[in-house]
């Protein structure tokens, strides 16, 4: 009995032996577990930190490589060579002829604005200038129609005057004709009489031929002295009766006054008719200027009016623009409104878990929680992320604090037990 108690006792503590070192097993393995999780994690923190740097190694070597790159095209380029002096050549042979266009733009801008002035300046007095033209321009016309048949009376008394006076001279032409005539008779019967000789006077003989000869020699001599003057007094009397019946006067004088009446009146014809021809003259380019200031007024107005349904035009076009350009704007708005809700519910939960890191126990996690859920209401993205930040500072001081070679110390020291 005794042996069969002092086996039984044996075998139950060989079971309590037996499930403590089960306990201490399976607090081992989770305390080995724990330290292979943190070894885990930081070889892939380890990992991770050495993608960083190989990345940024390679980075830093591609810069390396471009650093050195640039600085043999700045080599080339200080020696003058290369495309790069020919892109820069080409650039600034760019950039001066955009200068010019610009200053070439600036001058027509000017001047469509000068342009733009004098044309509102001369639109204000428009309807005035042109009313006032049209008035000159009717004025003109009615004194045109006045004269004209003044005129056309002037050229018909000039006609007649001139054909009287044309008239006059050729019967004064052929009068002096007529009279050259007879004095160039009258000295050849002088001649004539100058080459006969001149007899001896004989009483006897003169008597008998006085006799014989009275009655044809007197014939002869009275023909010859009497046919000349009768023929110019039949001339004269001729042309005064043709005087007479152009002028319907009887009396000499008074064709003479008559005459020289007609031609003052020629002479004032003559100025009337200068005149009236210069007063023609200046009425045509008046006229003529008038219609060429009428048609660059028709023309400006017709440039304004376009000028003005282009702008119209443009300012819909803005209207239309900037419309679009609203529409997309909210569109816009509204994508950012969202995207900052997501950010905000982002950064509560953030917070969330970083206050849940710091609490201790799971009634205190629980008690946060609902104050969290109370406070989150009333604060802003702003706010929760300087609240994010001072958590994440907060944590990373509690982590310098902690030993990580130290533990892993007391690890090893547990497993050995």
Known sequence: MNFKVVFVRTYLTMLEFSLY???????????FEDEVAKRMNQLNLLRYQ??????????????????????????????????????????ENKIEKVILKHSEMLHIGRTYLTIRDKLQEESFTYVT????????????????????????????????????LQRHEELLYAHRKRNELE???????????????????????????????????????????????????????????????VTGLSELPQIVKRLENQQETSTQLGLLRTRNDDDLKRLRNQSREMKQHLTKIRTAYEVRKSREESLEADRRRLVLEQQQELKELKDTVSVVEKQLTHIHLVIEHLY????????????????????????????????????????QRQLQTDLEDYDLLDEEEKLDEAVVR
């Open 21 to 31: 070192c089960l306990t201490v097993l399976q607090h081992v393995l989770e305390l």
């Open 50 to 91: 050495t993608r960083l740097k190989e990345a940024r190694n390679d980075q830093l070597t591609t810069e390396l490589n471009m650093l050195r790159l640039q600085s043999e095209q700045i080599h080339h380029t200080q020696l003058g060579h290369g495309p790069i002096m020919q892109a820069i050549r080409s650039v």
């Open 129 to 164: 200038t042109a009313d006032a033209m049209k008035t000159e321009i009717e004025r003109c016309s009615r004194k045109l129609a006045e004269l004209r048949p003044i005129y056309q009376d002037a050229e018909l008394i000039r006609d007649k005057a001139k054909t009287e």
């Open 183 to 245: 004095i160039s008779s009258l000295h050849r019967l002088v001649e004539v009489k100058k080459s006969k000789p001149v007899p001896q006077k004989n009483p006897m003989m003169e008597q008998e031929l006085h006799k014989l000869d009275v009655g044809g020699i007197g014939d002869e001599v009275e023909e010859e002295s009497t046919s000349e003057p009768q023929t110019r007094l039949n001339y004269c009397n001729n042309v005064f009766e043709e005087m007479k019946q």
């Open 352 to 391: 969330t878990k970083l206050r849940l890191v710091r609490m201790a126990s799971k009634c205190d996690r629980a008690h946060s929680t609902v104050r969290a859920k109370e406070t989150l209401m009333d604060l802003t993205a702003e706010d929760l992320l300087e609240r994010c930040i001072e958590l």
